[in-house]
């Protein structure tokens, strides 16, 4: 996958960013490296590679230190949503931003 530089502005148009023509086209050289190295590790053969749940793990038999689940702070959820414009069933309200 590559972009254009058509698409890299309806990106920054979608992001509400002005962008120069430099930073542009170093912008559009950025993104699509990452889809280039994207590319390059999606044509790696991993048939047959057990999924690992910490990168030590490859090296070394670990045992991973994990805390209960408990909650440390008291639910404030009244006291933080007071000050908001708008709230539903515990849930802030925001403005439709998608186009």
Do not use: C, W, Y
Request: glycine letters at 4%; zero cysteines; hydrophobic letters at 45%.
């Amino acid at each position: 996958m590559s972009l254009s530089a058509s698409d890299i502005a309806r990106i920054a148009s979608l992001a509400r960013l002005q962008l120069a023509s430099d930073e542009s086209e170093r912008m559009l050289s950025q993104i699509n490296g990452f889809f280039d190295l994207v590319e390059r590790m999606r044509s790696v053969d991993t048939a047959g590679v057990e999924p690992l749940a910490h990168p030590v793990a490859a090296v070394e038999d670990i045992t991973l230190r994990l805390r209960d689940d408990v909650a440390s702070e008291p639910d404030n959820r009244e006291a933080n949503q007071k000050s908001a414009p708008a709230v539903e069933a515990g849930l802030f309200l925001v403005p439709k931003v998608i186009e």
